[in-house]
């Protein structure tokens, strides 16, 4: 088969594409064909040798991905040859045409849902279920705050928190980007160009301010998220590419709560809730991924370029 192999940590043209053996599973594995992989940021910092957990080298890059079950281990029940799959991680890294999973790491995917949007569901719609359900613990009829909306993690939150009944205000940049986060569902869709969008927030909560915000970018806004969180508001940071400086006082007068998270530490059982949410959310249509592009595997280069450019517009898929 073919693989992207990564032999030294570096910039994108480290990956290099490569005929690879194809993989066997073992008793307690599964097979997935791979017809889509997805291309998440967190993908170019372990490529990078940025994040805080490195892979061993070599390495096949890419955790989420969809496509149809090629084989199962003897010992595997409740998947067969055939299924359609997305996958929320793998043994052997997902840009690739095959790859070798646990059966906790696929997940039914039904019919109405293609390969490139099922290869978009696992890091974006997880973030933001966890940052939202488990960490924030957001309530029907709050305000929340979501930060970049227009990404993959953000059109995410913005489908999972207007079907919880939340009140959605996004940001964004671009006109065609505040047009998709509208089209998700959100109430109220800010510039966040526009230095005066923080004061907006506090216009549209009638001063009172909102009761979670999702920050994809904590370098960026964290010292300004503070101050237009309601009382007892909290911030989940779901992305941060620096340090930052506070004013604590902030958090004090609100007793607010500033929470960190993150997906490669959920408890497992965290981690069913997630996913059975996440399949009803797929089958009755209230999750419905957003895919800005489809590159073939070629392009995984470009790819990675592209994925961490400002203006996101959905999610970014490689097609072997």
């Known amino acids: 088969m073919k693989a992207i192999r990564v032999y030294e940590y570096g910039e994108p043209d480290v990956m290099r594409l490569e005929d690879a053996g194809d993989p066997q599973p ?33 390495f096949t890059p890419g955790i989420d991905a969809a496509g149809t079950i090629e084989s199962v281990g003897e010992s595997v029940t409740g998947f067969s040859s055939g299924n359609r799959v997305y996958c929320s991680g793998s043994s052997s890294g997902t840009y690739a045409e095959k790859t070798l999973c646990t059966p906790l790491q696929v997940h039914l995917l039904p019919e109405n849902i293609s390969f490139s949007q099922g290869a978009s569901v696992n890091i974006p719609y997880a973030t933001a279920y966890r940052a939202l359900f488990q960490r924030a ?5 709050e305000t929340v705050l979501v930060h970049g909306a227009s990404g993959g993690v953000g059109t995410a939150a913005v489908q999972l928190a207007r079907s919880a009944g939340l009140i959605v205000i996004g940001t964004a940049g671009s006109t065609e980007s505040q047009r998709l986060v509208e089209d998700q569902g959100a109430h109220s869709v800010l510039d966040h160009h526009d230095p005066g969008h923080f004061d907006e927030v506090m216009r549209l909560t009638n001063d009172r301010g909102a009761d979670v915000i999702l920050e994809m970018l904590a370098n960026v806004n964290l010292g300004n998220d503070l101050p237009v969180l309601a009382r007892n508001g909290r911030v989940v940071i779901v992305g941060s590419r620096g340090t930052v400086e506070i004013n604590p006082r902030d958090t004090m007068i609100r007793d607010a709560s500033i929470l960190g998270m993150s997906l490669r530490i959920i408890p497992e059982e965290h981690l069913g809730e997630i996913h059975d949410h996440l399949v009803t959310g797929l089958e009755n249509g209230s999750l419905r991924p957003v895919v800005r592009m ?3 595997l070629t392009e995984a280069i470009r790819a990675h370029q592209l994925v961490l450019e400002p203006g996101a517009h959905g999610n970014i898929v490689l097609v072997p």
Do not use: F, M, S, W
């Open 26 to 58: 073992g008793p307690e594995q599964v097979i997935v064909k791979i017809h889509a992989a997805g291309v998440n940021p967190v993908d170019t910092y372990l490529r990078g040798g940025l994040q805080g957990y490195l892979p061993e080298l070599p």
């Open 137 to 141: 613990r957001a309530r029907k009829g």
């Open 294 to 296: 489809e590159l073939p």
